[in-house]
């Protein structure tokens, strides 16, 4: 994996109200931030006007441009599909770039009997049909490997969320 990078290009996928966006900006990267929700996006627009945001899905989005930092947190969950989804992100990569996407893990060790006392039902991630896929580290690992993807180092995480740093 390569090292921490400062500048280049960064794609925020679904930026929601531009928070990652602004700091990337901050950072010296040229920063641009996507999300299918309209009101967020016009939301971030308001609070970083000096920040891109386009309303639009990854799919809508890739336009033959690469960016050097795509940034995912959250959404991969969501997807009514993930096969469009993760090839267009895929097309949106370089041989260099790093995607950092994050999801709840189904299968951390805070969630098994005898840590958890509830049910896992009960846990706050479970939440259709709002959330439609469900990802421990081997079965994100195996979708992304199907898609291309061939350097996947997962996080250590305290909270049920995979933190997983992804390359081509």
């Known amino acids: 994996m390569a090292g921490s990078r400062?500048?280049?290009?960064?794609?925020?996928?679904?930026?929601?109200?531009?928070?990652?966006?602004?700091?990337?900006?901050?950072?010296?990267?040229?920063?641009?931030?996507?999300?299918?929700?309209?009101?967020?996006?016009?939301?971030?627009?308001?609070?970083?006007?000096?920040?891109?945001?386009?309303?639009?899905?990854?799919e809508e989005?890739?336009?033959?441009?690469?960016?050097?930092?795509?940034?995912?947190?959250?959404?991969?969950?969501?997807?009514?599909?993930?096969?469009?989804?993760?090839?267009e992100v895929r097309s949106l990569m370089h041989k260099d770039s790093l995607l950092l996407l994050t999801t709840p893990d189904l299968g951390h060790p805070s969630l098994r009997w005898p840590m958890r006392r509830t049910p896992i039902i009960e846990w706050d991630s479970i939440?259709?049909?709002?959330?439609?896929?469900?990802?421990?580290?081997?079965?994100?690992?195996?979708i992304l490997n199907q898609h291309g993807f061939s350097r996947i180092k997962c996080a250590l995480n305290t909270k049920p969320t995979i933190r997983a740093l992804v390359q081509l």
């Open 61 to 87: 989005f890739a336009r033959g441009e690469t960016y050097d930092f795509i940034y995912c947190s959250e959404v991969i969950e969501h997807l009514p599909s993930l096969e469009g989804f993760l090839t």
């Open 127 to 142: 939440r259709p049909p709002e959330h439609l896929f469900y990802f421990n580290k081997q079965n994100l690992k195996k």
């Open 6 to 58: 400062i500048g280049g290009s960064f794609l925020d996928v679904g930026c929601n109200a531009g928070f990652a966006v602004a700091a990337a900006h901050t950072l010296g990267f040229s920063a641009t931030g996507i999300d299918i929700d309209a009101a967020a996006i016009a939301e971030a627009q308001k609070n970083f006007p000096d920040a891109n945001f386009e309303c639009a899905g990854v």
